[in-house]
Antibody
């Protein structure tokens, strides 16, 4: 059974970089697309970025200039860096797996639906 | 990119059917068949109910069904049960390449 677990600091100072890692167990990173999302009372659910094991990434235009992502297939985890954080970045951060639909053997497409989620990690931005 | 529009709350009695709407425009809901729906109980992680507009993942009750017409997607819960009391979110792929979410609808079982 696939499980995702976020890890990282719960408190980040304004203007610094928020760094999170999502460790995947029970699945191979190379078989799915993987995502970062966040949720806050002020902004609701928000898409941050999606990535494939090849390094191909797409991110929310509103966050794109501050987001970098990476995939480590040898350790089966993927990561998020969000730089120059402000109080507006305070949220519960989730990693998630994307549902893939098989088109033909060896080829699949994204559905942009997220079927497995980590438990979420709360990150507060405060001095 | 604006959030998708959902009603703040919907209520119904046990056994009834309710429908939650999710309105966007032709750059998201109307332009792609990549609408998903999630259920979230307080303090819990969102659970995927529907993807690709109408598809239920394995294990999701067939009391949940969904559709789309133009720029508006809809989620219907049939045979409403007390356990269905939760917040429901829609999402859609958008022309920007990102996924956008609705603001959420609180379902109350009377």
């Amino acid at each position: 059974q696939v499980q995702l677990q976020e890890s990282g600091p719960g408190l980040v100072k304004p203007s610094e970089t928020l760094s999170l890692t999502c460790t995947v167990s029970g699945d191979s990173l190379s078989e799915y697309f993987w995502y970062w999302l966040r949720q806050s009372p002020t902004k609701g659910l928000e898409y941050i970025a999606g990535m494939f094991y090849t390094g191909s990434t797409n991110s929310n235009p509103s966050l794109r200039s501050r987001v970098t992502t990476s995939v480590d297939t040898s350790n089966n985890h993927f990561s998020l860096n969000l730089k120059s954080v402000t109080a507006a970045d305070t949220a519960v951060y989730y990693c998630a797996r994307g549902v893939l639909v098989t088109l033909v053997p060896g080829a699949s497409r994204q559905t942009y639906g997220f079927d497995v989620w980590g438990q979420g990690t709360t990150v507060a931005v405060s001095s | 990119q604006s959030a998708l529009t959902q009603p703040a709350s919907v209520s119904g009695s046990p056994g009834q059917s309710i429908t939650i709407s999710c309105t966007g425009d032709n750059s998201d809901v109307g332009g792609y068949n990549y609408v998903s729906w999630y259920q979230q109980h307080p303090g819990k992680v969102p659970k995927l109910l529907i993807y690709d507009v109408t598809v239920r993942p394995s294990g999701v009750s067939n009391r949940f069904s969904a559709s789309k017409s133009g720029d508006t997607a809809s989620l219907t819960i049939s045979g409403l049960q007390t356990e269905d009391e939760a917040e429901y979110f829609c999402s859609s792929y958008s022309v920007s390449g990102a996924v956008i979410f609705g603001g959420g609808t609180l379902v109350t079982v009377l």
